[in-house]
């Protein structure tokens, strides 16, 4: 599986922003695919997933509310809907996805083993 996040720009706080992470591969649909986001000088931070089966986990406390996950099988493709964007919100996000990812594994980085390359938000009046 190849994934390729995009969507990313400059916002001004309380903005809405909607990224996008588009895979290749014919059993997409198997995988769960996951939002991660960092900081500059910050470690990597689980923002969300969304389950082979259709579930949705939820990451950050700070994106709880805010932040909003699906996915379009039929596109291939995974989505990060974002709300009420604070600056606190800048960071590269990543979309990832795992084929044997079990529940309670799916905030961790190691549990996926296709990375997109990142795209970068930043949220600044």
């Known amino acids: 599986v190849q994934l390729q996040a995009s969507g990313g720009g400059l916002v001004q706080p309380g903005d809405s922003l909607t990224l996008s992470c588009a895979a290749s591969?014919?059993?997409?649909?198997?995988?769960?695919v996951a939002w991660f986001r960092q900081a500059p000088g910050k470690d990597r931070e689980f923002v969300g997933a969304?389950?082979?089966?259709?579930?949705?986990?939820s990451g950050a406390d700070s994106g709880k509310g805010r932040f909003t996950i699906s996915r379009d099988s039929d596109k291939k493709t995974v989505y990060l809907r974002m709300n009420s964007l604070k600056p606190e919100d800048t960071a590269v996000y990543y979309c990832?996805?795992?084929?044997?990812?079990?529940?309670?594994?799916?905030?961790?980085?190691?549990?996926?083993?296709?990375w997109g390359q990142g795209t970068q938000v930043t949220v600044s009046s």
């Open positions: 591969g014919r059993t997409f649909s198997r995988y769960t």
């Open positions: 990832a996805a795992g084929g044997t990812v079990i529940l309670s594994a799916t905030s961790y980085a190691d549990s996926y083993a296709h």
């Open positions: 969304v389950r082979y089966n259709g579930n949705t986990v």
